[in-house]
């Protein structure tokens, strides 16, 4: 060999012997993929901030925050495709209502034994509703934790208050805020023009289940293995509902009721937490939010709404996974997520409430409205079904509550049928 081949030779194995260090020091790094699905590039900002407050003080873990693109049942379904096809990240949240699903069909890590293992975890920090079903086994004589909430919510009424006054009507709340008052203010606020229209509300489960829960029906029985719609409350809450729709005070069923609240022509929109943030933007008008109006059962019966942040079943670093959830969900984290006022602290904590109240403290919004409504002693969990079909049941409930708001069907007969729709949607 030459001079000059052996020097090349020479360099290159020099080369190559400087960068095994760097090549092994990547191996020996963790990197954590992580998604959400946020609803602005707002709630985008706030999730890539949380992500490197974490990522600047865990050593030898790299995360990479990915903001779900897909809306709705969208987002679960390429969930489910990128586990299925192994390019899912290795946390990410979803609905309450698909932690069954995903479960059941062993696409997310059971994280008992992690939990165990962590002695900081407490599960009794947590709100007992959504920890409750995430602590649902799917078998027998195992213990599971299906992963941790991020956050919670509840309904509200957001109330332009510019068309109370005009209406000269007494802005919603008190200890007579029911449902014929509230009646009575939709209708009030109707008569103001044309263009005015006194409530609204969006088309999905929530909104019509308020209504049948206040006047003291259900979606489920008691252990949540069968329909619980088969009953008066259930005609009584859906004719309320409908009748505001028939009177003309309420913007069709089936109308995002959302843009004309913000547009000023609205009187009264039910909606959750999250609504506020785009609320403070854009309306420009007197507002705020008032607790929902008590129904005939002799409640306001609210639900809390959450989501929860999971582990990918195929993960390489179920440990680290493990950890980010806890840090995903730390008081620390959870202070930062819910100073963009679009939800509430998952942790049931004195403190974490406190931190919520003090959250938009220059918007003058009712933040006790919100607290209330989760801490109610009616409150509904959001469920997700164990021993059934969520998906193919909620299709079920809507059509036949569509049909009813639309007058193909009467309440009576929707309550005297919808259970043995059902029936064969529940089961294992």
């Known amino acids: 060999m030459s001079k000059r081949s052996l020097l090349i030779v020479l360099l290159a194995i020099f080369v190559v012997s400087l960068s095994l260090p760097l090549i ?87 994280l008992a034994d992690l939990a165990a293992e962590d002695a900081d975890f407490n599960a009794a920090d947590f709100y007992a509703g959504p920890m409750g079903f995430l602590q649902t086994s799917i078998a027998e004589g195992e213990d599971a934790l299906w992963g941790l909430p991020r956050d919670v919510s509840a309904f509200a009424i957001y109330y332009n208050a510019d068309l109370f006054d005009e209406a000269g009507l007494p802005y919603p709340g008190g200890d007579d805020w029911n449902w014929e008052r509230f009646a009575e203010a939709a209708n009030a606020i109707n008569d103001l023009g044309d263009d005015i229209v006194g409530f609204g509300m969006n088309a999905w489960w929530a909104n019509w289940g308020y209504f049948i829960n206040s006047a003291g029906s259900s979606f489920f ?31 069709p069923w089936g ?19 999250w609504a506020t943030p785009g609320t403070i933007a854009n309306a420009d008008f007197n507002w705020n939010v008032a607790p929902l109006p008590v129904g005939p059962s002799g409640k306001a019966t609210n639900w809390l709404f959450w989501g929860a942040y999971v582990v990918n079943a195929n993960t390489a670093h179920p440990a680290e996974a493990w950890d980010l959830v806890t840090r995903l969900t730390s008081a620390e984290i959870q202070g930062q997520i819910a100073s963009l006022g ?73 309550a005297d049928t919808i259970c043995d729709q059902v029936a064969a949607n529940f089961g294992s």
Do not use: H
Not at 228 to 238: D, H, M, P, R
Not at 255 to 273: H, I, K, V, W, Y
């Open 255 to 273: 109308t995002d009721s959302e843009p004309p609240f913000l547009a000023g022509q609205l009187g009264m929109f039910m909606n959750g937490r």
């Open 24 to 110: 092994s020091s990547a191996q020996d790094g963790v990197e954590l993929r992580w998604r959400t699905r946020p609803d602005n590039q707002a709630e985008i900002d706030v999730y890539s901030a949380a992500s490197a407050t974490i990522d600047e003080a865990w050593d030898g873990v790299t995360l990479v925050y990915e903001p779900g693109g897909s809306e709705g049942a969208g987002y679960q379904d390429v969930l489910i495709s990128e586990i299925e096809a192994g390019t899912a990240p290795d946390v990410f949240w979803i609905p309450g209502t698909d932690v069954a699903r995903f479960a059941k069909s062993g696409l997310i890590l059971n």
């Open 221 to 251: 029985n008691e252990d949540y293995t069968g329909c619980g719609l088969n009953n008066e409350a259930t005609v009584v809450g859906l004719e309320a509902a409908k009748g505001l729709f028939d009177s003309g005070a309420a913007l």
């Open 342 to 414: 679009a939800n509430i602290p998952s942790r049931a904590t004195e403190a974490a409430i406190e931190l919520f109240l003090g959250t938009l403290p220059d918007s003058g919004v009712n933040n006790q409205a919100f607290v209330d409504g989760t801490t109610s002693e009616d409150v509904r969990t959001e469920a997700p079904l164990f021993n059934g079909d969520w998906p193919a049941i909620d299709q079920a409930y809507g059509t036949g509550v569509n049909a009813v708001f639309n007058g193909e069907i009467t309440a009576q007969e929707f």
